[in-house]
């Protein structure tokens, strides 16, 4: 979870009330993982993106809900649908750590797309502690500065 030393982190561009949607299915979800689908552009200049819109999908992970989610393949293709409509793409995947820190897990790591952003919120019974962004780069991930 480092990044090479000089290499700028890449940006992701998250505008607030994207974030209140997730931070809503997130604690709704609680003591489960949340997880959904970042809608948005990549920008060519800096390799940075920016996220329009995001989907909720269901977690039909039934054997670990609590520390591990799977995408519904049928809410991952309505969302490229939703993206395509708009002109935009899925850049990204936003999910819940219940009662873990905002970083991405070595199940995380084996199941990222390079190139996609991984936005994480760990969350508590008080609600949503944390929020970070990352992406995989090889085979880590480097954190992405959000910026709203």
Do not use: K
């Not at 991405?104 to 936005?119: F, I, V």
């Amino acid at each position: 979870m480092s990044r090479a030393s000089g290499t700028p982190p890449p940006v992701s561009g998250l505008p607030a009330d994207v974030v209140d949607r997730i931070d809503s299915w997130v604690v709704a979800a609680y003591p489960h993982e949340a997880c959904g689908l970042l809608i948005g552009t990549r920008r060519p200049d800096d390799g940075g993106s920016d996220v329009v819109d995001a989907f909720h999908a269901r977690n039909l992970n039934e054997e670990r809900p609590g520390d591990r989610y799977q995408l519904d393949p049928v809410d991952h293709f309505a969302a490229e649908g939703q993206a395509r409509a708009a002109g935009l793409e899925v850049i990204g995947v936003w999910h819940s750590h219940p009662d873990h820190p905002a970083q991405p897990s070595e199940t995380d790591r084996s199941a990222a797309w390079e190139g996609w952003s991984y936005l994480i919120m760990s969350v508590t019974p008080e609600g949503v502690t944390e929020t970070r962004s990352w992406r995989l780069r090889g085979e880590a991930f480097i954190e992405e500065v959000i910026e709203p």
